[in-house]
């Protein structure tokens, strides 16, 4: 069975709108091969180029149209096929607990590669390196707490700002959060509500 055979018979099986990776027919053929085809396909419609290497089978809905998977869930295939970390970024954490209504108007992302713009869709997307530190529990509310206090930093970090964020979280998952790798001045702070 020809590549392209064995790609087109495999991504009938692939739910629709649901990202995969190149990585995902590496037995198919050589990695040049399986590009030109995935590349051939989402050329004619069959499918959809999510960003480079990531694919979907396109998704059609009555009310929206093309339906599209989330940048964060795109970010994440990216992060597990470049074995990096990525991370919501201080302001969409501080956001997500309402902590602040500023928007980002571009999105951007900490990871723990290398800094770069990405094109997802039709966005662009930003990841900053950051230290390990910041990337703890990443993906959980735990890691978007670490990241909206640190974006905040030893100034930003006052009772009310902890309170908020302990109200938000499990118990089970405040103690994560003071047992995390922290600095001195963040300890303080958890200790003034412990």
């Known amino acids: ?51 480079r290497g990531i694919y979907m089978r396109p998704k059609l809905s009555f009310f929206a149209g093309n339906v599209r998977p989330s940048t964060e869930s795109i970010l ?3 992060a597990r096929n470049n074995r990096e970390i990525i991370q919501v970024h201080g302001a969409e954490a501080l956001r997500s607990f309402g902590l602040s209504t500023q928007m980002q108007i571009r999105p951007v992302f900490y990871t723990s590669g290398a800094s770069r713009e990405l ?28 990241c909206a206090l640190f974006y905040l930093g030893k100034a930003g970090v006052n009772d009310a700002v902890i309170a908020s964020i302990k109200a938000k979280l499990d118990p089970s998952e405040f103690k ?19």
């Open 176 to 194: 994560q959060l003071v047992d995390s790798e922290i600095p001195a001045w963040m300890q303080v702070s958890f200790c003034k509500l412990t």
């Open 76 to 78: 994440r295939m990216i």
């Open 1 to 51: 069975m020809s590549v392209t055979a064995n790609i087109v018979k495999r991504i009938k099986y692939t739910p629709k709108g649901q990202p995969f990776s190149i990585d995902r027919f590496a037995s198919a053929g050589s990695r040049a091969a399986v590009a030109r085809t995935l590349s051939r396909l989402a050329a004619s419609g069959e499918l959809a180029r999510l960003s």
């Open 119 to 146: 094109k997802v869709g039709r966005a662009i997307v930003r990841l900053f390196h950051v230290s390990p530190e910041k990337l703890q529990h990443a993906g959980t509310k735990v890691g978007l707490a670490l």
